[in-house]
C-alpha cells in the first residue's frame, strides 16, 4: 500500500519562524493525518483532514490538502524549540508511514 | 488510560537468543499493530491485527518473526533466533477502527532491541 512522501527530509529553524512540510501521495484517500515522533518516543497524533476538506487548524498548526495534486502541508506557526521532532504523514487507508520530516528548533 | 504498553523497554541479547516483545493495546480498540524502525529502513509495518486475528502479515521479514494475538488485551512479537539485522525499535500501535484508517493510531513507547 502506498505511503506519503515528506519533504523536505530536514528542516532546520529558529524558534519563533514558521515550518512548513509537505507531503505527496499517489493514490485516492479516506483521509490523511499528521504525527509526531520526539526522539525516542513513539509516534502521536497531531491531526486528521478528511479527502473533502481543504484546510484545518489546530492550535499552531494548519493542514492543507489538495487532493487533486495529491498532496498536504503542514505548518507550524511560531515555532518553539519543542517542537523539535520528525514529522510524518499518512494517506489513509495506508498503514504505512515514510521517512518522515525532521525538524530542528533552534533556540 | 494508560495508553498503550509495551515491555521491555530495552532489551539486548545475543544472536541466536529468542526474543518476545509484548504489547497491551488500549481498552476497547480492535486494532493492533507492530512496526519496526531503524535509521536506513524507517517505520515499516509488519504486522496488523483486527479483533485478534492477524490480517495483513506481509511484511514480517521471515520466518523467524511470529506474532500473536491471543485476546484483546495481549499481543506478542517474537524472534528466533535473532539476528543482529533484528536492531532496532519495535512498537506497537492500535486503533479504535479496523483499520486505522477513519481514526487515529495511537503508539506505545517501544521496545529497542539490541542483538549482540
Known amino acids: 500500500s502506498q505511503q506519503g512522501e515528506e519533504d523536505p527530509q530536514a528542516l532546520s529553524i529558529q524558534e519563533g519562524e514558521n515550518a512548513t512540510m509537505n507531503c505527496s501521495y499517489k493514490?485516492?484517500?479516506?483521509?490523511l493525518q499528521w504525527y509526531r515522533q520526539n526522539s525516542g518516543r513513539g509516534l502521536v497524533h497531531l491531526i486528521l483532514i478528511r479527502s473533502n476538506e481543504r484546510e484545518k487548524h489546530s492550535g499552531r498548526l494548519r493542514v492543507t490538502l489538495d487532493t487533486s495534486k495529491k498532496s498536504s502541508s503542514l505548518l507550524i506557526t511560531a515555532s518553539r524549540a519543542a517542537d523539535t521532532a520528525s514529522y510524518f504523514c499518512a494517506p489513509k487507508p495506508s498503514k504505512v508511514f515514510g521517512k518522515g520530516t525532521k525538524l530542528t528548533v533552534n533556540p | 488510560d494508560a495508553g498503550v504498553i509495551q515491555s521491555p523497554r530495552h532489551e539486548v541479547t545475543e544472536m541466536g537468543q529468542e526474543v518476545t516483545l509484548r504489547c497491551k493495546p488500549i481498552?476497547?480498540?480492535?486494532?493492533l499493530f507492530w512496526y519496526r524502525q531503524t535509521m536506513m529502513r524507517g517505520l515499516e509495518l509488519l504486522i496488523y491485527?483486527?479483533?485478534?486475528?492477524?490480517?495483513?502479515d506481509s511484511g514480517m521479514p521471515e520466518d523467524r518473526f511470529s506474532a500473536k494475538m491471543p485476546n484483546a488485551s495481549f499481543s506478542t512479537l517474537k524472534i528466533q533466533p535473532s539476528e543482529p539485522r533484528d536492531s532496532a525499535v519495535y512498537f506497537c500501535?492500535?486503533?479504535?477502527?479496523?483499520?486505522?484508517?477513519?481514526?487515529?493510531?495511537?503508539f506505545g513507547p517501544g521496545t529497542r532491541l539490541t542483538v549482540l
Open positions: 481498552s476497547g480498540h480492535n486494532s
Open positions: 491485527f483486527n479483533n485478534n486475528v492477524p490480517i495483513d
Open positions: 500501535a492500535s486503533s479504535s477502527d479496523p483499520a486505522g484508517v477513519r481514526h487515529e493510531q495511537f
Open positions: 493514490t485516492s484517500i479516506n483521509n
